[in-house]
């Protein structure tokens, strides 16, 4: 089988920095359909439910948020038009109806919401949260925690966990609950384990990953359990935890860690919470972004500082090998599976 793939590279928008790649499940191997410019710094991209709509961010000061309409005949993406974000974007996501779009700003320290409608072009601004000041407040992630009208930021800089109730009818985060992540630890992406009430965090400054576990209403989140993303033994350089993911089995998670440069994958017990399987290299530097090809056969990982997308096969025990095949792009930073 083959999946079609969107690459956001870091780049001037003179240059080529959204790429349209194709990944053949049965040989492991990844090809460059096309690529587009016009954006600069997609560090972060998204697609809506219908993979009709590819929306990215603009990683510069004073950011944007851009919307495309995409082709998959002719293997082409229009672009419909953009908003400011009023803050330095980092990550964004559809909300579940596709109407809505979240934005967390890493510069900046805030949230922005915008509506969609029906073309997938992005309209108005129609929330907007901010938190510390500029230098202190850092939100790295707004995700929907699924199967509810509740949500979850994280913010790096202040090490803190928001917890919102969205009103899909007038467009507001209310917020409900905060929660400071364990001293030092810098929450900058999550992930959700697929069949339980739980929820993973990756810290970046502290080269951890945290187990929290909520009821269906957010009365109570509570943490589980804080591992690790190194090996065992002493790491001596410094290192940051970047990327997270749940397999859509519910059988392992995956964190990447920038600096030592590896994918750290655990095994999810049956309480939800992890046992640590291996840390693997992932031959190459700096894998800030990697996502799980849906067939849970493989593992794309894009390596910022080598300039390359490798192939990583997952084992029947989780674990990862490196298949030898890679793509060379340059200052990959997200991938998008169709």
């Not at 492991?28 to 590819?54: I, M």
């Not at 440069?261 to 700096?286: F, M, P, R, V």
Request: proline fraction near 4%; include cysteine.
């Amino acid at each position: 089988m083959k999946y079609d793939i969107f690459a956001g590279c870091y780049g001037s928008e003179e240059e080529q920095t959204i790429h349209w790649l194709s990944f053949d499940s049965e040989q492991g191997t990844l090809e460059k359909k096309t690529s587009f410019s016009g954006v600069n710094n997609p560090s972060y991209l998204a697609l809506n439910h219908k993979r009709s709509h590819l929306y990215a961010v603009s990683e510069v000061d004073e950011g944007e948020v851009v919307s495309f309409k995409i082709d998959f005949q002719t293997k082409h993406i229009e672009e419909l038009n953009r908003q400011p974000t009023e803050g330095g974007p980092c990550y964004l996501e559809v909300g579940d109806h596709s109407n809505y779009l979240f934005t967390a700003n890493y510069g900046g320290g805030s949230l922005i919401v915008h509506t969609l409608n029906d073309h997938g072009e992005i309209g108005r601004k129609i929330d907007f949260k901010e938190y510390g000041t500029p230098e202190t407040s850092h939100l790295h992630t707004i995700r929907n925690i699924p199967n509810t009208t509740h949500y979850v930021g994280t913010d790096l800089g202040l090490n803190q966990l928001y917890f919102y109730d969205f009103d899909r009818r007038n467009g507001k985060l209310a917020p409900t609950k905060m929660i400071e992540a364990p001293q030092g630890s810098g929450p900058r992406h999550l992930s959700f384990n697929p069949v339980k009430n739980v929820l993973y965090v990756v810290n970046e400054h502290k080269s951890t990953v945290l187990t929290y576990a909520y009821d269906k209403h957010l009365d109570t989140v509570h943490l589980l359990q804080e591992l690790s993303t190194l090996p065992e033994n002493d790491y001596e350089h410094d290192n940051y935890g970047a990327d997270i993911h749940v397999t859509l089995s519910g059988k392992y998670v995956y964190v990447s860690n920038r600096g030592h440069h590896s994918i750290t994958a655990y095994e999810i017990l049956k309480n939800g919470q992890l046992s640590k399987i291996d840390c693997i290299s992932i031959e190459g530097d700096w894998p800030r972004n990697f996502t799980i090809v849906p067939n849970e056969k493989y593992i794309l990982v894009a390596n910022e500082h080598t300039n390359n997308i490798v192939v990583m096969k997952i084992l029947n025990d989780g674990s990862l090998k490196y298949t030898g095949n890679q793509l060379n792009l340059e200052k990959p930073v997200c991938l998008k599976v169709i």
